[in-house]
T-cell receptor, first 112, second 113 residues
Framework: EADIYQTPRYLVIGTGKKITLECSQTMGHDKMYWYQQDPGMELHLIHYSYGVNSTEKGDLSSESTVSRIRTEHFPLTLESARPSHTSQYLC???????????FGSGTRLTVV | GDSVTQMEGPVTLSEEACLTINCTYTATGYPSLFWYVQYPGEGLQLLLKATKADDKGSNKGFEATYRKETTSFHLEKGSVQVSDSAVYFCALDSGAGSYQLTFGKGTKLSVIP
């Protein structure tokens, strides 16, 4: 079954730790996105990729980085986590047509 | 640039009440329009979509009609259930090759028994 997977679902880590949030999709989509969702529910685009070896920063400035070495995999890394990084992170993918996005279930990150 | 404005929540309704969540948009060209739903603790799921003027999208009892003259795509349901409690997002794809959706800020719906 075609789908998009995010791991872990929940993560609590200490300040200063390095973490990687995983996102993988089995649909062969070229386009992938990372959103940060604030407690008020608004979505903020922080990174996107339109294909292998192509990554761009989104509208919201973020201290995270991403990579796209394989079509199906789009991990997000925080080199040194801070309490201000506490948030819900959503990954999405798209074929670029009129079908919109497919979203993963999200990773809820808490930095203490 | 493109923008989506949806009614602010939270919205609280009793079970079996009628629902309307307003959504208006600003876009160049001929956008496609979407409604997504986010249940507690989950990611967003596509609820319905419309790709051209006067199209009606429908799913799970929800409907929305693409109105170009009023640049609107209001979400409606005739009789809500407790299980409809969620956050609803209106979004548009400008179709101009940007490959990015523009989202509204979301409307939280709570349905009480």
């Amino acid at each position: 079954e075609a789908d998009i997977y995010q791991t872990p679902r929940y993560l609590v880590i200490g300040t200063g730790k390095k973490i990687t949030l995983e996102c993988s999709q089995t649909m062969g989509h070229d386009k992938m996105y990372w959103y940060q969702q604030d407690p008020g529910m608004e979505l903020h685009l922080i990174h996107y990729s339109y294909g292998v070896n192509s990554t761009e920063k989104g509208d919201l400035s973020s201290e995270s980085t991403v990579s796209r070495i394989r079509t199906e995999h789009f991990p997000l890394t925080l080199e040194s986590a801070r309490p201000s990084h506490t948030s819900q992170y959503l990954c999405a993918s798209s074929s670029g047509g009129l079908g919109g996005y497919t979203f993963g279930s999200g990773t809820r990150l808490t930095v203490v | 640039g493109d923008s989506v404005t949806q009614m602010e929540g939270p919205v609280t309704l009793s079970e079996e009440a009628c629902l309307t969540i307003n959504c208006t948009y600003t876009a160049t060209g001929y956008p496609s329009l979407f409604w997504y739903v986010q249940y507690p603790g989950e990611g967003l799921q596509l609820l319905l979509k419309a790709t051209k003027a006067d199209d009606k999208g429908s799913n799970k009892g929800f409907e929305a009609t693409y109105r170009k003259e009023t640049t609107s795509f209001h979400l409606e349901k005739g009789s809500v259930q407790v299980s409809d409690s969620a956050v609803y997002f209106c979004a548009l794809d400008s179709g101009a090759g940007s490959y990015q959706l523009t989202f509204g800020k979301g409307t939280k719906l709570s349905v009480i028994p």
